[in-house]
């Protein structure tokens, strides 16, 4: 007799589970394509464990997802309020077709990323992002027919919407429900992609940082009405927080984040790897640029990418034959400089500054600079209280109040040249600070 449940191992989560018409979804070409995308880019030249691919955290994001959905759809969860508010969680036969769709959107949120994930997106056209390659791949026919066989059938766009939220389907109207469906994937406070990275990337990294307790935040998930931030609060839709005894849980999860970033996923010679990759890719793509159309999508992975960088490291006449070979034997350009406080007090843009110097003086194809601004601010999420009030989690926290976010300004030079770059800096910093150079997008 046939099964019609299955049951995938996961070292994050021992079993994700899925029943036969789901798995025909992770059968798919598209998701069986991410077995072969890194999902942390070359990070595993600097920590050999991080060989992990966005098959298995995909994966894992539906785990998660489907946690968070059956505690915060739960009825013994709901106030009177929210399930008058929210017409979604008015039957069974509602609440079951919304999580189908979030767990069909979590397994396919992440079909449009390129070979080695992140790091190359900067090379797509113009306009463009994963999450845009994600969301044609859901409306492409063989997808389609997908969600019209599950049971119940899925409406195509309800599981683009899911899939990517309303940051990235801005030309998408989405209702408050399916705006709190999305964010328990792609959201910035308790995003199941988020719990799943911290978590996957930490353990395979072979490093502590991202250990949170996501049993216990999950469990305290509700939705909530927004808290009193202003005057307006009361007319503003409800939101995904936490009771009471879910802070300190939500707070070890946002600072898990900042320590993986700081420590991990902003390392000095991970990034400096992404900057090779680029260069390389820039030298091998047609253009310069990433085909997005469906079959020139599905064709490239990562290896494809990896066997061009090899022959092109075996090849002194190739083109792309110096990134490559930096790639390919580890000889990747140095730390010369990075931000501090004293240097950013006399000029915000140093990192720019110090590159834009050492251009000149030793020629930019010897030095490369990564920046990237902090990015977002505290997490701003309701927390209601044994009392049933609702407050900022920024009004009860400290800790997320003042949360710093981690900025990536490193300059980098030859190996060769590198000594004498650091002298330079060392020698002349006074004189270079007052070099007053936007900030490059990367260089």
Request: hydrophobic residues 40%; glycine residues 4%; proline residues 6%.
């Amino acid at each position: 007799m046939p099964k019609n449940f299955h049951e995938v191992r996961d070292p994050i989560h021992v079993f994700v589970k899925l029943d036969s018409d789901e798995r025909k979804v992770l059968d798919s070409a598209p998701f069986q394509r991410l077995r072969h995308v890194h999902q942390l880019a070359l990070t595993y030249l600097i920590y050999p464990g991080a060989t992990h691919k966005r098959f298995e955290h995909s994966l894992g994001v539906m785990e998660l997802a489907t946690r968070i959905y059956d505690v915060v759809a739960n009825p013994e969860n709901l106030t009177d309020d929210i399930k008058n508010t929210l017409a979604e969680l008015g039957s069974p036969e509602k609440r079951a077709y919304w999580r189908r769709v979030l767990r069909m959107a979590a397994l396919c949120h992440d079909m449009g990323h390129l070979p080695f994930s992140h790091a190359a997106e900067e090379l797509l056209p113009a306009g463009t992002n994963h999450e845009a390659i994600s969301a044609a791949i859901i409306r492409s026919p063989m997808m389609q027919s997908m969600w019209n066989d599950l049971t119940p059938p899925l409406r195509t766009e309800d599981v683009v919407k899911i899939a990517i939220g309303p940051k990235e389907a801005k030309d998408l109207k989405f209702t408050t429900w399916e705006t709190l469906v999305a964010e328990m994937i792609v959201g910035d406070s308790f995003g199941a992609d988020r719990m799943d990275y911290l978590l996957r990337d930490s353990y395979h990294a072979g490093v502590p940082y991202g250990h949170f307790d996501h049993y216990r935040l999950i469990d305290t998930l509700r939705i909530l009405p927004p808290p009193p931030r202003d005057e307006k609060a009361n007319a503003m839709a409800p939101e995904l927080g936490v009771e009471l005894g879910g802070i300190r849980s939500a707070e070890a999860m946002m600072l898990a984040r900042y320590f993986m970033y700081s420590q991990l996923y902003f390392h000095a010679i991970r990034r400096i790897y992404n900057v090779h990759l680029i260069d390389f890719l820039r030298l091998w793509l047609h253009g310069g640029k990433f085909d997005t159309s469906a079959e020139a999508h599905l064709a490239m992975t990562d290896n494809e990418v990896s066997a061009a960088i090899a022959r092109a490291a075996r090849s002194p006449a190739d083109p792309a034959h110096d990134p490559a070979r930096r790639i390919a034997h580890r000889d990747h350009f140095r730390l010369v400089y990075e931000r501090n406080p004293d240097d950013i007090k006399k000029n915000p843009n140093a990192g720019a500054a110090v590159f834009a110097f050492l251009s000149k003086e030793m020629g930019a194809e010897h030095v490369r600079h990564e920046y990237q601004p902090s990015k977002g601010g505290a997490a701003d999420f309701p927390v209601r209280m044994h009392d049933n009030k609702v407050y900022s989690s920024l009004a009860l926290s400290e800790t997320l109040a003042k949360l710093p976010s981690p900025v990536v300004d490193f300059v980098y030079a030859d190996q060769k040249m590198a000594g004498k770059a650091r002298q330079l800096i060392t020698d002349q910093r006074d004189r270079i600070l007052e070099i007053t150079e936007e900030q490059d997008d990367h260089a």
